[in-house]
């Protein structure tokens, strides 16, 4: 079955870094949209940044020039690096799969990142 495992969340002071994995597994990660979202307490699930199966990425106008998504499909892996992390960056992130071959989305658990002093 299809699963996607984060990791690398955690505490990080105001302008670190931190960076997220997603694991994949069940299904063909090289052809699939890879993306990450996060949802902020009481505030929608929004999309941080995506790259396609071209490696063609798009990225929310808060987070562009400070996160950077990446892939590796042999490992079928993607990334998330996030640097000058602010307080507002604070939330949970979740990796999400777009099937090429059927357009089915499937979600991670989620990892929190919080960004404190």
Known sequence: QVQ????????????GSLRLSC????????????????Q???KQRELVAAVTSDYIT??????KDRFTISRDN????VYLQMNSLKP???A?????????????QYWGQGTQVTVSS
């Open 4 to 15: 996607l495992v984060e990791s690398g969340g955690g505490l990080v002071q105001p302008g």
């Open 23 to 38: 694991a994949a597994s069940g299904f063909t990660f090289s052809s699939s949209r890879m993306g990450w979202y996060r």
């Open 40 to 42: 902020a307490p009481g």
């Open 58 to 63: 798009n990225y929310a106008g808060s987070v």
């Open 74 to 77: 042999a490992k079928k892996t």
């Open 88 to 90: 507002e960056d604070t």
């Open 92 to 104: 949970v992130y979740y990796c999400k799969a777009v099937l090429s071959s059927s357009y089915i």
